[in-house]
């Protein structure tokens, strides 16, 4: 049988910009019109296969409304990765991403910088060349998703689980 190996991976970002969606969509691949805002953290696994091992993803999803944000690094703390979460139409999002960034630098987490709400590409506000070239920057991973279409939602947590160092 395959090698199984465990990683707590957290995801981070501003109220409504889709953690939540990312995380239904990933381990259910089902997208709600009508979620419901996160209170506290919620917990999720799901698994990646890659070609010899399997990598099981324990997910914690934590809430962005202002009143929950001193409990966010209980859930960051000692995460091997975090996926950063913006809305691609919301420029105050990704100043958002960009302080969570600044928190998370100094770890060991591998952090993932997702520009969400692809599909919203009419309402765009944030450059996706510039937010590349932020990444890129701080060396972060960076993918445009889309919870909705389901569009890099897997390829997203195939390629944190490729690039996660093994202990
Ligand atoms: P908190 O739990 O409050 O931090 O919010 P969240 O980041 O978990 O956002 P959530 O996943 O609840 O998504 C908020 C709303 O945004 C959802 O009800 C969806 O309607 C919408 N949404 C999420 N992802 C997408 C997407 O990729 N495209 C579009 N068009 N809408 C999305
Ligand atoms: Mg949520």
Redesign the pocket.
Known sequence: PPQVCHFKLVLL?D????????VVRFAKGEF???????IGAAFMTQTVSLNTEVVKFEIW?T???ERYKSLVPMYYRGAAAAVI?FDITSRESFDAAKAWVSELQNTDTLIALAG?????EAARAVDRDAARAYADQMSLLYME????TGQNVNELFNEIAVRLPRR
């Open positions: 970002g109220a409504s910009v889709g953690k939540s969606c990312l709600y019109e009508y979620q419901e805002p996160t999803d809430a962005g409304q979460v969400n709400k692809s599909d919203l998703t889309s919870a909705k």
